[in-house]
Nanobody
């Protein structure tokens, strides 16, 4: 089984910064695409940012220029640096990864980490 564990969420004032981390563990041969999603109360889960194994990135329009996604392939860890946070960024943030293990391939979600931005 492959597990993803997020950390780094919390409460921050508007204009502040947070850095989220997502560590993957298990019998992983390699991790391909990874991404951050978020879900606000009463809304659907949406893609925030994604990154390929080679480092190509894409962002939701709402976070372009403020958020930066990165990864450390040696550590199987994903990051999201969030700057100039806004109250509308408040949500539970989830990590997602597509992986290949010795026994098969699949995708996993983390348990989520709460980000709250106060005005």
């Amino acid at each position: 089984q492959v597990q993803l564990v997020e950390s780094g969420g919390g409460l921050v004032q508007a204009g502040g910064s947070l850095r989220l981390s997502c560590a993957a563990s298990g019998s992983i041969f390699s991790i391909n695409a990874m991404g951050w999603y978020r879900q606000a109360p009463g809304k659907q889960r949406e893609l925030v940012a994604a990154i390929t194994r080679g480092g190509s990135t894409n962002y939701a329009d709402s976070v372009k220029g403020r958020f930066s996604i990165s990864r450390d392939n040696a550590k199987n860890t994903l990051y999201l640096q969030m700057n100039r946070l806004k109250p509308e960024d408040t949500a539970v943030y989830y990590c997602n990864a597509d992986w290949i293990a010795g026994w098969g391939a699949g995708g996993s979600w983390g348990q989520g980490t709460q980000v709250t931005v106060s005005s």
